[in-house]
């Protein structure tokens, strides 16, 4: 089919299950700069002499820089809305096999794929060409373009076929592999404002940073595994002492597990009533879940408490078996209890008080796995910072190294693995200026 702006207008309204392709600031403004030519084409053709040309400019130059700041090509970035587009048919796939969805659904889903591909092959000299046509520019607009330097297996085999429609198993295999929108965009979210929201830049730590805690590390990851080839994984709980390494610990399973499909979801505590909502989102996804809620304590009558106590102990509706909670607390007993609390014989308004204070002292049982980080040594303190200094590659003799970390440690917050992070940091930037 010869491509034309009529054309290429009606494939963006007839799509009926990836719209979504398009609704974002990129396909918007290709939209605009499509409908921009449309009309100056039927200004000509009806000979008016008031033709907004400048309109069509300015709708090219939105496109322009909206594409640009994708760091793709107009054709990369709509395959790769279409391989992370969220619709009833990527969902579904993921759950059942291409033959037992409705005809309806399949057909639907060529008819888009075949309307992309005429959007896929207006290219950006095209779009010059019209624009200047259309304007009267003595030069064309320059055109965007951005070489990908590597491609996946799905996107070459689109870029090759003739009918995208005859892709639709490969796609259908590459959806249940990878999923669909934010999680298979995102290693590491948060809920925020009531959202999923993706983190582009997660913390860096590594697990193979963190030192002096090789059982708990050991037996975090052993819990991780499980999540990951698809046994019962335990919820975890991490308490100890302050700058032990328990948040890092959680948060280096991203660049260990970099390749493999665990995604980690940070929630707050105030955020914690969201988490029924959270965990149907994440239910049927192919991905595994890491819900880690950091510094973990409930106070007096706390609703979040609650809503915890359902996700680790489950009510009428299953917990999803690809979800598992990593919480980290400075405290055993993650719910405040003070001495008035405690039941006396003169002040027993509940008759089975013991019980209540019981239930409270023992939520943090109902993690399967309690991971404790006690306070570091000098020798355990002087081992991460051995650790520490051999990977940032500190030139330091060991007596002038365990001299200076130990004062630093005496003059700052005590010994602890986050005071031998910020020792060796200031030390690597202080040999590295001189």
């Known amino acids: 089919m010869d491509l034309s702006i009529q054309v290429l207008r009606r494939c963006c309204a007839s799509l009926l299950l990836y ?77 059942t096999d291409l033959a037992n969805l409705q005809p309806a659904l399949i057909a639907a889903t060529k008819q888009d794929l075949q309307s992309m591909q005429l959007l896929y092959q207006c290219n950006s000299d095209l779009l010059c060409e019209w624009v200047q046509s259309a304007t ?19 996107q070459t085999k689109l870029q090759q076929l003739d009918n995208w429609a005859d892709g639709l198993e490969d796609l ?123 510094d973990l304590s409930f106070e007096e009558d706390d609703d979040a408490f609650k809503a915890l106590k359902v996700v680790l102990e489950g009510n009428l509706t299953a917990r999803p078996q690809n979800v598992v909670v990593y919480a980290t607390s400075n405290r055993r007993h993650l719910i405040r209890e003070f001495f008035d609390d405690r039941p006396t014989p003169k002040n027993n308004d509940e008759v089975h008080a013991w019980d209540t204070m019981q239930e409270k002292l023992s939520f943090s049982d109902r993690f399967g796995l309690t991971l404790t980080f006690e306070s570091a040594d000098q020798k355990t303190y002087l081992k991460i ?19 200076q970390a130990l004062q630093w440690a005496t003059r700052h917050n005590g010994r602890s693995g986050r005071t031998a992070r910020q020792f060796i940091d200031f030390i690597g930037a202080d040999l590295a200026a001189k």
């Open 136 to 154: 009267n520019l003595s030069v064309a607009p320059v055109a965007w373009y951005y070489e990908a330097t590597e491609t996946t297996p799905i």
């Open 19 to 95: 719209q979504s392709v398009l609704n974002n600031p990129v396909g918007k403004s290709f939209i605009d700069l499509l409908q921009a030519l449309q009309q100056i084409e039927l200004m000509q053709a009806m000979r008016h002499s008031d033709i907004d040309e400048i309109a069509c400019i300015e709708a090219y130059a939105t496109w322009f820089k909206a594409t640009s700041q994708t760091n793709q090509s107009w054709q990369d970035f709509l395959i790769t809305q279409v391989l992370l587009d969220d619709n009833p048919f990527s969902r579904q796939v993921q759950q």
């Open 172 to 294: 259908a295999a590459y959806y249940q592999q990878h999923g669909t929108g934010l999680f298979a965009q995102y290693q590491a979210l948060r809920w925020q404002s009531g959202q999923l929201v993706g983190i582009n830049t997660p913390d860096p730590v590594q697990v193979n940073q963190l030192a002096g805690y090789e059982y708990q590390r050991d037996a975090l990851i052993k819990n991780t595994e499980f999540l990951l080839s698809g046994y019962s994984a335990l919820h975890v709980l991490l308490y100890g002492s302050r700058g032990s390494g328990k948040s890092s610990l959680v948060k280096g399973l991203l660049h260990q597990y970099q390749n493999r499909q665990l995604r980690i979801i940070e929630v707050a505590k105030s955020d914690l009533q969201a988490l029924p909502t959270i965990l149907e989102q994440l239910r049927g996804a192919v991905q595994k879940f890491i819900i880690f809620v950091d």
């Open 385 to 403: 910072v051995h650790h520490l200094a051999a990977i940032a590659k500190i030139t330091l003799s060991q007596q002038d190294l365990e001299y």
